[in-house]
């Protein structure tokens, strides 16, 4: 996610920490500390507060984390790549790599994470009957048993993309045999509940309730944003399901020499042509890529002396596509491999290039013409 800081690695995921965050943390250690703890326990000296607020505070978003690392858990043991894990002002969201492959794993992973706050809640609340003696412990826990059953609960709303929601969405998977049909009904049944969060907030503001129901609809047009964007994305699904990479490839792509210098090649085919990626190819048989990436990584006086071939990046480390894949496989794959084109090949004889760009201007092109 934008705007964060990754702050550790977890099973190699790396963590990070959205700006809004922070906001978030001393709102909540503030009103802990300065409302909630001191009306329910009073008597403690003033620093007692900050040190509890701040602690149960911390405590609250690891939580958060744990509920997040439930969900990963689950699908790393299910093969699917967890690509980050980031902590913002709703709490916390997980970049799964790529589709769950069947209704039963989906609905795994979803319900992972609700029963993970389900199991914190009880070692808090049990940690809350052990510790009942000692007030400053005690009152943190019990805060934090309840916080825990209500993400829990909260969760396991039917409002794609919650967890609940996708518990849903492996329901009518099973249901149906269809994905794409499964996440258009889930996603719609999520705007349903967003709506239904906007109204209740609105109903609660009218009631005199201001803050709470502007936080209501806060989260509703959250949860509504996120079903839009769901809805857009099994669109996208469904508008290249059945296009394979032999539809969106460009067969024509510039093939330079092995031993041109990079001066020669920034010249006349980059500012010349505009091209930014080429193919380093033998009669047909693919040698290496090149893309601006690696020509910017040698320092500028020495284009005159290295040639291309010395820092293309050869084929055992290219990631490649076959015509036949699908397109969207192939742009899961160039997201896992994290770059923006990939050659196309039969075998090892190269066949043409496949790049992001191509992808969005034929999606574009379909959606223009309707098809
Ligand atoms: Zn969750």
Not at 51 to 65: D, E, I, R
Not at 120 to 141: I, N, Y
């Amino acid at each position: 996610m934008q705007g964060s800081l990754t702050i550790a690695r977890v099973w190699g995921i790396p963590i990070g920490l959205h700006f809004s965050w922070f906001l978030v943390f001393g709102l909540i250690s503030w009103s802990l500390a300065g409302g909630y703890f001191p009306e329910k326990y009073p008597g403690w000296p003033v620093t007692t507060y900050a040190l509890v607020g701040a602690a149960a505070s911390l405590l609250f978003f690891g939580s958060v984390l744990v509920h997040e690392l439930g969900h990963s858990w689950v699908a790393l043991r299910n093969a699917i790549p967890i690509r980050s894990l980031t902590l913002f002002v709703f709490g916390g969201i997980a970049q799964i790599g790529r589709d769950p492959g069947s209704p039963g794993v989906e609905f795994r992973i979803a319900i992972a994470g609700p029963l993970t706050s389900l199991g914190l809640a009880g070692l808090f609340g049990t940690a809350w009957l052990l510790t009942r003696d000692v007030a400053v412990v005690a009152a943190p826990m019990i805060w934090l048993a309840r916080i825990n059953l209500t993400l829990a609960l909260f969760n396991l709303i039917p409002g794609f993309p919650l967890d609940g929601g996708r518990v849903f969405r492996a329901v009518v998977w099973r249901w149906t045999g269809s994905f794409h049909q499964a996440t258009q009904v889930a996603s719609v049944t999520g705007q349903i509940v967003a709506f239904g969060f906007i109204g209740l907030g609105v109903l609660t503001v009218l009631r005199g309730n201001v803050l709470g129901g502007v936080w209501m609809a806060f989260i509703g047009w959250f949860l509504q944003n996120a079903a839009a964007a769901s809805y857009a994305q099994a669109s996208l699904r469904e508008l290249l399901s059945g296009v394979t990479v032999a539809h969106a490839m460009t067969r024509d792509c510039p093939r330079v020499a092995g031993d041109l210098p990079l001066d020669r090649l920034v010249q006349e085919e980059v500012l010349g042509k505009g091209r930014r990626c080429f193919l380093i190819a033998d009669d047909g048989h693919l040698r290496g890529l090149l893309t601006l990436h690696e020509v910017k990584a040698v320092p500028r006086e020495r284009w005159g002396q290295v040639r291309v071939d010395e820092i293309m990046t050869r084929p055992d480390r290219l990631t490649t596509v076959t015509p036949q894949e699908d397109l969207l496989g192939a742009l899961a794959k160039m997201d896992d491999a994290n770059v923006a084109q990939m050659p196309v090949v039969a075998g090892d004889e190269l066949l043409g290039m496949l790049s992001r760009e191509q992808v969005l201007h034929y999606v574009r092109v379909r959606a223009e013409l309707g098809i």
